[in-house]
């Protein structure tokens, strides 16, 4: 499932210190801490793209703790699809819920994108 919104892209992923938080939903809710490293390929508000070394499985739910925008942001989601590249596994995940840091940075973002493309439609500035 393709995003409609803009991207953050990175050309030199960054690699990340995080805890993901893996969300097992059985009889009752089970949250795994795991500390690992991972790569943000590119963000947007509604969803992520990142590498790591984990394991994780196609409709997981996961909580991402990062330094991205604030000393810490949260992101809960699903990953919605993976792929293996040489020794690590890149991830698709839906975000579900951000904290509001997260939201306000790539919302400020995507307003920012939406209007330089309309200035460039009309003829540019005036």
């Given at each position: ?26 009889d ?56 293996q ?42």
């Open positions: 499932m393709k995003r409609s919104t803009q991207r953050i892209e990175f050309t030199n992923p960054p690699l990340a210190d995080t805890t993901i938080m893996l969300v097992e939903e059985k009752e809710v089970q949250i795994t801490k795991i500390l690992s490293k991972i790569k943000f390929v590119d963000l947007s508000v509604t969803g992520l793209c990142f590498s790591s070394e984990l394991d994780l499985y196609k409709g997981q739910k996961i909580i991402i703790r990062a330094k991205l925008f604030s000393p810490t942001n949260h992101i809960f989601g699903e990953i919605k699809w993976k792929e590249n040489s020794h690590e596994m890149t991830y698709g995940l839906e975000i579900i819920s951000a904290d509001f840091n997260y939201f306000q940075y790539m919302n400020s973002y995507e307003n920012y994108i939406q209007n330089k493309n309309n200035e460039l439609l009309v003829g540019g500035r005036q």
